[in-house]
């Protein structure tokens, strides 16, 4: 079966612009997650959704970012009015697991974000 | 504040030999640790864990290891082989489904 995929697989973008990166999990995964990954960082967790719960926001930057997951589906992570330390890889994982789970995270292959 | 650290950016390691990658935390409430592995332009991959209550898993050529009252966490791969060149990435679970993620360590095997 089809694993986690991210589109576009990389954006360059005018510093002031907004984005939208697409993630699509692999098909009956109730939890969806995003993270970003700076240059020379590690993986920094940004948002995390489960079934129909509400959304864990915890961490996102700033207000400028949002996330959405229609259907418990796909989801679409948006960065308004970007700026250039926004720059990063942003990957989306997503794991069949209930909470307090441990089931292995899925990753897709990352969606490379350049503000100029 | 860094919560799981790798301190070693790179590891090189010959073929055949022993590779031992270090993970070091802060918080004893962690209840789970996993290891993932990414090649360059892939999404990390999962590659063993370890639940709090053990100190050692095994899985083939990967073994965890995890040292309770130092917080401390290691990965041994033996033998290590070209193909595990990667960047390996240490991470730990608080309650929850969110994983909290060192820097990551790039092993270099070479032959």
């Known amino acids: 079966g089809a694993g986690v995929s991210q589109s576009p697989s990389n954006k360059v973008t005018e510093k002031g612009k907004d984005v939208e990166l697409r993630c699509d999990p692999i098909s009956g995964h109730t939890a969806l997650y995003w993270y970003r990954q700076s240059l020379g960082q590690g993986l920094e967790f940004l948002i995390y959704?489960?079934?129909?719960?509400?959304?864990?926001k915890s961490g996102l930057p700033s207000d400028r970012f949002s996330a959405e997951r229609t259907g418990g589906s796909v989801s679409t992570l948006t960065i308004q009015r970007t700026q250039q330390e926004d720059s990063a890889v942003y990957l989306c994982?997503?794991?069949?697991?209930?909470?307090?789970?441990?089931?292995?995270?899925?990753f897709g292959p990352g969606t490379r974000l350049t503000v100029l | 504040d860094q919560q799981v650290k790798q301190n070693s950016p790179s590891l090189s390691v010959q073929e055949g030999r022993i590779s031992i990658l270090n993970c070091d935390y802060t918080n004893s409430m962690f209840d789970y640790f996993l290891w993932y592995k990414k090649y360059p332009a892939e999404g990390p991959t999962f590659l063993i864990s370890?639940?709090?209550?053990?100190d050692k898993n095994e899985d083939g050529r990967f073994t965890v290891f995890l040292n309770k009252s130092a917080k401390h966490l290691s990965l041994h791969i033996v033998p290590s082989q070209p193909g595990d060149s990667a960047v390996y990435f240490c991470a730990a679970r608080l309650n929850t489904d969110k994983l909290i993620f060192g820097t990551g360590t790039r092993l270099q095997v070479f032959p």
């Open positions: 994982a997503s794991s069949l697991a209930p909470p307090g789970s441990a089931d292995t995270q899925y």
């Open positions: 959704f489960q079934g129909n719960s509400a959304p864990d």
């Open positions: 370890i639940s709090s209550i053990k």
